[in-house]
Antibody, heavy 121, light 112 residues
Framework: EVQLVESGGDLIQPGGSLRLSCAAS????????MSWVRQAPGKGLEWVSV???????YYADSVKGRFTISRDNSKNTLYLQMNRLRVEDTAVYYC???????????????WGQGTLVTVSS | DVVMTQTPLSLSVTPGQPASISCKSS???????????LYWYLQKPGQSPQLLIY???NRFSGVPDRFSGSGSGTDFTLKISRVEAEDVGVYYC?????????FGGGTKVEIK
């Protein structure tokens, strides 16, 4: 059974840093495309970042240069390092597996339960 | 960027009655490989999104057959043949023909 369990969300001051984790089971993180998707309070879904099985990495413009996605293959875990946090980064952060029925694109077939990041002074 | 527009914003449905949600994209989601990259998700209250439909009309594993997807090009529809209480939540369409994937604004479905 595929499971994704996020952790690491917290209340943090603007300018601070936080690292989110997403522990996977039932499949191998390094063999899949893995993404972070966020949802601000009462708002819709926004893609944040992806790491491909081959290691290519992409970010939304809103987080580029501040966030870093990575994975630890030995722990089968996905991470999101978030630096220079802003009030507008406040959201529930979901990790999601990106299933690639085609080699060049993907969609999200499994999601974690989410972890809340609140950026406020 | 591909803009995804959903209508209506909200829907109140009597149990057992049908419901329909529209999703329109600003560009065709048909790729030269013959696939159309349109998906539907349901986010139940307090839960994470769950995949319902992939590539326009394919139900994901475990999704009841009262859910169906249709459409082509830029116009797509999610239909629920007979709404049940457990179907409440916000429905999102998503495109991945152009990366990064982009979501519609959501349609909230409530029970009358």
């Amino acid at each position: 059974e595929v499971q994704l369990v996020e952790s690491g969300g917290d209340l943090i001051q603007p300018g601070g840093s936080l690292r989110l984790s997403c522990a996977a089971s039932g499949f191998t993180v390094s063999s899949n495309y893995m993404s972070w998707v966020r949802q601000a309070p009462g708002k819709g879904l926004e893609w944040v970042s992806v790491i491909y099985s081959g290691g290519s990495i992409y970010y939304a413009d809103s987080v580029k240069g501040r966030f870093t996605i990575s994975r630890d293959n030995s722990k089968n875990t996905l991470y999101l390092q978030m630096n220079r946090l802003r009030v507008e980064d406040t959201a529930v952060y979901y990790c999601a597996r990106g299933w690639h029925s085609s080699s060049w694109t993907y969609y999200f077939d499994y999601w974690g339960q989410g972890t809340l990041v609140t950026v406020s002074s | 960027d591909v803009v995804m527009t959903q209508t209506p914003l909200s829907l109140s449905v009597t149990p057992g009655q049908p419901a329909s949600i529209s999703c329109k994209s600003s560009q065709s989601l048909l790729h030269s490989d013959g696939k159309t990259y349109l998906y539907w998700y349901l986010q139940k209250p307090g839960q994470s999104p769950q995949l319902l439909i992939y590539e326009v009309s394919n139900r994901f594993s475990g999704v009841p057959d009262r859910f169906s997807g249709s459409g082509s090009g830029t116009d797509f529809t999610l239909k629920i043949s007979r709404v049940e209480a457990e179907d409440v939540g916000v429905y999102y369409c998503m495109q991945s023909k152009q990366l990064p994937p982009g979501f519609g604004g959501g349609t909230k479905v409530e029970i009358k």
